[in-house]
């Protein structure tokens, strides 16, 4: 009986330990905020996707630019978490990360 009892939990233990397929995920926050001339969002997803955004309109002479900043968050495959930070304007996009070749 006690060995039954036993073999219950653990595969009980083993189907709560599988992890969520992508697909599945939810979202479980979400924030966005836009004005004429700038917006921002976040966002949070329950397989623990994370991002957040902030861009603005810039004057860059006689033509108008955007510039955004931002980053993300999720785990790779290999089940490391990533995170890359962000800034795109005139000059291009321009990530940052750990695993990111640098190119200096």
Request: glycine share 8%; with cysteine; charged share 15%.
């Amino acid at each position: 009986m006690k060995f039954a009892l036993l073999f219950v939990a653990l595969c009980v233990a083993a189907t709560m330990a599988v992890p969520v397929p992508d697909s599945d995920a939810q979202v479980l926050k979400f924030d966005s905020v836009v004005n004429p001339e700038s917006y921002n969002y976040a966002y949070e997803t329950s397989n623990g996707i994370q991002a957040q955004e902030a861009g603005e309109l810039k004057n860059l002479g006689d033509v108008p630019g955007l510039s955004v900043r931002g980053s993300y968050t999720y785990t790779g495959p290999d089940g490391q978490v990533y995170t890359v930070t962000y800034l795109a304007d005139e000059n291009g996009f321009q990530p940052d990360g750990a695993h990111i070749p640098s190119t200096a």
